[in-house]
C-alpha cells in the first residue's frame, strides 16, 4: 500500500498549477526554457546517468585485474579483493541505473506535461483565432505527438551527458595502460560518430515533411468526420474519401522516406562500432603477443571498446531525438503564439462592483442590475451579434462596438474575472463526452441538489430517464445520443449552474416543443427573478414572462416595455409604430412555432397509422 500512495504521490505533482510563460524566439529557447523549469530533476537524474555509466565502464578495469592477479598468484587475497570491488561496484551500477530510470522517466513526463499544458491552455485561451491561424490537423498533433517528442530529449539527456562523461574516464584508463590502444579508441570513436551524424540532416528533413503530411492528413480526417453527415447528404463523400486516401497515400510514403534513412542509420550504428572492436582486438592481440600489454589488460580493452560502442550509440540516438524534438518545438512555438481573441495583455482597470449595468454602447441595449430581460429583432443574428458581445469573445472585431461594465470598457478588463461574472450561453449546444454529472459541473463546485435542481429547471428530466444511472450516467461524443431538444436543454442547464451575476442566454429554447418552452419559460425566470439576465428569444411563451422586452431594428434598440405593454400598444400613441413592428415579429415567431407543433402532430399521425396498418 506504501508503494501505491508513492506512486500517486509522484503522479499528482502533474499537471502544474502554473505551466508558466516560455520565449517563443525559436525552438531552440523553448527547449532551453523548458530544461531550466526542471532543472532539480535534470541535475538529479545526470547524476545517477554519470555513476551508472562510471560503474559501467570500471567492470573492465576490474575484470582485467582478476584475470591478471589470478595469472599470477592464483585465487589469493587479492583476486578476492578485486573481485569483491567488482561486486560492490556492480550493486551500485544497477542501483544506480534503477533509481536513474525512474528520474528520467520523470524528466520526459515533466517536460510533455508543461509543453501540453501551454498548448492547451493557448488553444482554450485563444477562441476562433486558432482556427484562423492553423489547421485543426496541426492542433492535435501538437498535443497528441509534438509534446512527446519534446519530452524525450529530457529523457535521455540524463544517460548521453552521462555516456560522454564515462567516456573521457575510459579513455584516460586506457591511455594508462597502452598509449597505442588508447589514442585509437580516443580518436577512433569521435570519427564513427561523425560519420553517422551525417545522416542526421537529411533524416531531419525527410521527419519534417513526415510531420507536415500527418498534420495534413488529420486535419482533413477531422473535417470529412465532422461534415460527413452534409457530405452524405450531397453525396460527395466519395470524393472526400477519395482524398483522404491520397493523402494517406503520401504520409506512408514520407514514412518510407523517414524509414530507410533511419534503417540505414540504424545499420551502421552496428557495423561501424563492430568494424572499431574488431579493430581494437587485433591490435590488443598483437600488443600482447609482443608482451607490451598483458592479457587481463587485452580482456579490459576489448571490454572498454565494447563499452564505449553504447555511447557511441546513444550520441547518434541523442541527435536523432534532438532533431525531432526541434522539429516538434517548432510546431508548438506556431501554436503558443496564437494571440487569443480577447487580447494576449493583462487588464488595464480595475474591476467594476457588483450589481452595475452591462451596456452595449452600439445598440443601446442595457442590461440594469436585477432585471431579466428579453431582447427581440426581426433579425435573429442581429440580436445574437449584441448578446455574443456582451461575453467578450474576439477584442479586435468588437472594437468597434464596444461593451461597458460600469462604464469600464470589457475589453480592459481580467478576461477570468469577467467569465466568472457574465457568462453568454450560445445557441449552439456543444456536449462533450463523460458523465452527465461532470458535462454539467464545469466549474466543479455544484452539489448533487444543485444538479437536480438545474435539470428541473431546463425541464431534462427524460435525459435523467434516459440514461442507466441517471445524473451520473455517460453522455457520447457529442452528445449524439440525445435528440436536439435535449442537449439543448443539458446545455441550458449547465449555463444555469454557473450561476453567474450576468447571464445571456441566445435562443435557449428553440429546440423544444411549446408546452416544455412554457415550463422552461416558467421556471428559469422565476429561478433567475433579482439576478441580471438576458434571453435572446421572439418566443411570446418566454416573453411573457420577463420582466423587460429590448426590441431591436438596424442594430439600435427602438422600443421596450413589458410583452403585453407593446402588444396593447395602439399604433398611433407614441412608440405605436415600432411596438406594431414588434407584433409582427412576435406573431411571426408564433405561427412558426404552430407550425412547428403541427409537423410533429402529422409526424405522431402517420408513424401511428403505420404501425396500424
Not at 512527446?148 to 530529449?153: D, F, L, N, P
Not at 469577467?418 to 459541473?441: H, K, N, Q, Y
Request: hydrophobic share 45%; with cysteine.
Amino acid at each position: 500500500m506504501s508503494v501505491v500512495l508513492r506512486t500517486v504521490l509522484v503522479v499528482r505533482s502533474l499537471p502544474f498549477a502554473d505551466p508558466g510563460t516560455p520565449p517563443l524566439r525559436g525552438p531552440l529557447t523553448l527547449l532551453l526554457w523548458l530544461a531550466r523549469k526542471q532543472v532539480r530533476v535534470l541535475l538529479v537524474a545526470m547524476l545517477f546517468g554519470v555513476v551508472g555509466f562510471t560503474c559501467s565502464a570500471f567492470q573492465p578495469f576490474f575484470l582485467g585485474r582478476i584475470i591478471d592477479s589470478a595469472s599470477a598468484s592464483g585465487l589469493d587475497r587479492t583476486t578476492w579483493t578485486w573481485a569483491g570491488l567488482m561486486l560492490g561496484v556492480g550493486l551500485v551500477w544497477i542501483a544506480a541505473n534503477a533509481i536513474g530510470h525512474r528520474w528520467d522517466i520523470s524528466a520526459w513526463m515533466h517536460a510533455a506535461f508543461r509543453t501540453s499544458q501551454l498548448v492547451t491552455r493557448t488553444v482554450s485561451r485563444s477562441g476562433h483565432n486558432i482556427t484562423k491561424e492553423l489547421p485543426t490537423g496541426e492542433v492535435v498533433s501538437s498535443v497528441a505527438n509534438d509534446t512527446m517528442r519534446i519530452g524525450e530529449i529530457f529523457g535521455i539527456a540524463a544517460q548521453t551527458i552521462g555516456s560522454i562523461a564515462t567516456y573521457g574516464i575510459v579513455v584516460v584508463l586506457m591511455l594508462n595502460q597502452s598509449l597505442t590502444l588508447g589514442l585509437v579508441i580516443a580518436l577512433g570513436l569521435p570519427v564513427v560518430a561523425a560519420i553517422l551524424a551525417l545522416l542526421v540532416k537529411p533524416l531531419q528533413k525527410r521527419q519534417k515533411q513526415q510531420r507536415d503530411a500527418q498534420g495534413r492528413l488529420t486535419t482533413l480526417g477531422a473535417d470529412t468526420v465532422s461534415g460527413l453527415r452534409v457530405l452524405r447528404g450531397i453525396g460527395g463523400e466519395k470524393v472526400f474519401t477519395g482524398r483522404y486516401r491520397a493523402q494517406s497515400q503520401k504520409v506512408r510514403q514520407t514514412g518510407v522516406d523517414v524509414a530507410g534513412t533511419q534503417s540505414v542509420l540504424d545499420a551502421l550504428q552496428i557495423l561501424l562500432p563492430g568494424l572499431f572492436i574488431a579493430l581494437v582486438v587485433y591490435l590488443g592481440a598483437v600488443e600482447a603477443i609482443a608482451g607490451r600489454i598483458t592479457t587481463g589488460q587485452l580482456v579490459a580493452f576489448y571490454g572498454y571498446a565494447s563499452f564505449l560502442s553504447w555511447p557511441v550509440h546513444l550520441l547518434v540516438q541523442s541527435v536523432n531525438v534532438v532533431t525531432k524534438a526541434h522539429v516538434a518545438a517548432g510546431k508548438v512555438i506556431k501554436v503558443l503564439q496564437v494571440v487569443p481573441a480577447t487580447g494576449a495583455d493583462a487588464s488595464t482597470a480595475e474591476m467594476p462592483p457588483a450589481d452595475v449595468p452591462l451596456v452595449d454602447e452600439t445598440s443601446g441595449v442595457t442590461l440594469r442590475p436585477g432585471r431579466v430581460v428579453a431582447l427581440v429583432s426581426a433579425d435573429p443574428d442581429e440580436s445574437a451579434d449584441v448578446a455574443i458581445r456582451m461575453g467578450r469573445f474576439d477584442d479586435e472585431g468588437e472594437a468597434g462596438t464596444p461593451v461597458t461594465l460600469g462604464g469600464v470598457r470589457l475589453a480592459a478588463l481580467d478576461k477570468d474575472e469577467l467569465r466568472e461574472r457574465i457568462v453568454v450561453a450560445d445557441a449552439t449546444p456543444s456536449l462533450f463526452s463523460g458523465r452527465l454529472a461532470g458535462e454539467l459541473d464545469v466549474r466543479d463546485s455544484a452539489t448533487a441538489e444543485a444538479l437536480l435542481r438545474a435539470m428541473y429547471i431546463a425541464d431534462a428530466h427524460d435525459v435523467l430517464d434516459s440514461l442507466p444511472d441517471g445524473i451520473e450516467g455517460e453522455i457520447p461524443e457529442k452528445g449524439r445520443s440525445l435528440s436536439g431538444g435535449q442537449r439543448q436543454r443539458v446545455a441550458l442547464a449547465r449555463a444555469l449552474l454557473t450561476d453567474p451575476e450576468i447571464l445571456v442566454l441566445i435562443e435557449p429554447t428553440s429546440a423544444v416543443d411549446a408546452h416544455t418552452e412554457a415550463r422552461i419559460a416558467q421556471r428559469l425566470t422565476d429561478w433567475r427573478r433579482g439576478r441580471t439576465t438576458l434571453i435572446v428569444t421572439a418566443s411570446p411563451l418566454v416573453l411573457d414572462h420577463v420582466d423587460d422586452v429590448i426590441f431591436l431594428e438596424d442594430g439600435s434598440v427602438v422600443t421596450h416595455g413589458t410583452h403585453r405593454e407593446l402588444l396593447d400598444l395602439p399604433t398611433g400613441a407614441e412608440g405605436g409604430r415600432e411596438a406594431a413592428r414588434y407584433r409582427r415579429v412576435v406573431g411571426r415567431s408564433l405561427d412558426d412555432d404552430l407550425d412547428l407543433e403541427l409537423d410533429e402532430l402529422l409526424d405522431t399521425a402517420n408513424a401511428q397509422e403505420g404501425g396500424t396498418a
